[in-house]
């Protein structure tokens, strides 16, 4: 399973680009359902949770803080 951790409004790098070209997608929403917008030409859509686990690469960008005690 990937354990890569990623939050609210972080750009993430997919597996496979865009059609547009680019690699860099913003999280927009989270929930069951994952909405991501492309960076270069603002598309956005809706992915399963499991799905965009599966396809993502890593956080290139991480906007969420992590507090530990």
């Given at each position: 399973?990937n ?51 599966k ?15």
């Open positions: 399973m354990s890569i951790v990623f939050g609210l409004h972080d750009i993430v790098e997919m597996k496979k680009p865009h059609p547009c070209g680019t690699n860099r997608w913003e999280v927009i929403r989270l929930g069951a359902d994952i909405k991501i917008k492309c960076c270069h030409c603002e598309r956005s859509l809706f992915i399963p949770r499991p799905e965009f686990k396809k993502l690469k890593k956080v290139l960008e991480s906007k969420t803080t992590i507090i530990k005690d």
